[in-house]
């Protein structure tokens, strides 16, 4: 179903990452519904919190943003993603950046020391990409998500 609603999408708007072909750009840059999984946490003052459109597409997808924190915290804590390196404290709110995030990257080789930046990298974006179709499943509004649910 994803290969459905990835059609309608701009080649510009999707990057392929490791373990995760025609992935979204984050929301903020115009990412699908998919790209909540780059979303950082509500109720907390941002940089560029004018650009932020995650409340807006919680909003459209039919989740709160308390849901959405919980399911993040669900995910995190089933693959002990908790750690002191990432903007909110858990790699289940980090960015895409392919080409790296100091805290981030930090912290993805201390949770998995045994592997290469692009096995841990293989592993992450693996991860969000379990994590965005988390997101979507447990949204009300089925219309929107249907055809991004793997």
Known sequence: MVADGIKKISKK???DLPNWKNAPVPVC????????SWCCKPGYSLTFGF????DQMLKKVGLTP??????????????EWDSEFPCF????????????CSRRDAGLKKR????????IYAIYFKLKKELA???LKKCRNKAMVKDFID
Do not use: T, V, W
Not at 51 to 54: A, D, G, N, T, V
Not at 66 to 79: A, N, P, Y
Not at 89 to 100: D, E, H, V
Not at 112 to 119: A, G
């Open 13 to 15: 708007f999707l990057r």
């Open 29 to 36: 840059m115009g990412g699908d519904c998919r790209a909540l």
């Open 51 to 54: 650009k932020c459109l995650r």
């Open 66 to 79: 308390e849901e959405f924190i919980e399911i993040k915290q669900e995910f995190s804590d089933k693959h």
């Open 89 to 100: 404290g858990s790699f289940s709110y980090c960015c895409m950046r392919r080409g790296g």
């Open 112 to 119: 998995y020391p045994n592997n290469s930046m692009e096995e």
């Open 133 to 135: 179709n988390i997101i």
